[in-house]
């Protein structure tokens, strides 16, 4: 257990490295006040962890542990939102079309509403 929580640590370390680096190159080069930087590393997010997960599951036999410190560390450190859109491609292929769909829906409306409702109480101290 306390092998796993160092792993995931260092992982984690890593993936905050490398979506603080990703996000800032890619704003700089684009020069725009759109978030392009977060665009890309979520976009990218996206596409390491459905790679990732796939090579896992089905060519390279790892560990239980070096897949939750890759997927939960360092993935999770660079993007949740890889996370988010895993869950709901596994929802879509079992063809939970309403679920997957509901989760989308809630994370988005539900986070966007919270930010907002966080937005306001912070003001208001």
């Not at 996000?23 to 990218?44: A, K, L, W, Y």
Request: with cysteine; glycine share 10%.
């Amino acid at each position: 257990m306390f092998k796993t929580v160092i792993w995931l640590a260092i992982a984690g370390s890593l993936g905050t490295l490398a979506r603080y680096s990703l996000s800032g190159i890619v704003q700089r080069v684009i020069e725009t006040s759109f978030p392009m930087g977060t665009v890309t590393v979520n976009i990218t997010g996206c596409f390491i962890a459905g790679f990732l997960w796939t090579i896992f599951e089905n060519r390279w036999a790892v560990s239980g542990e070096t897949k939750i410190a890759v997927m939960i560390g360092f993935m999770g450190a660079f993007t949740t939102f890889s996370t988010l859109i895993l869950e709901s491609q596994e929802m879509f292929r079992s063809a939970q079309w309403v679920l997957g769909f509901s989760y989308l829906a809630i994370q988005n409306v539900t986070g966007l509403i919270a930010m907002l409702t966080g937005v306001f109480l912070g003001q208001l101290i």
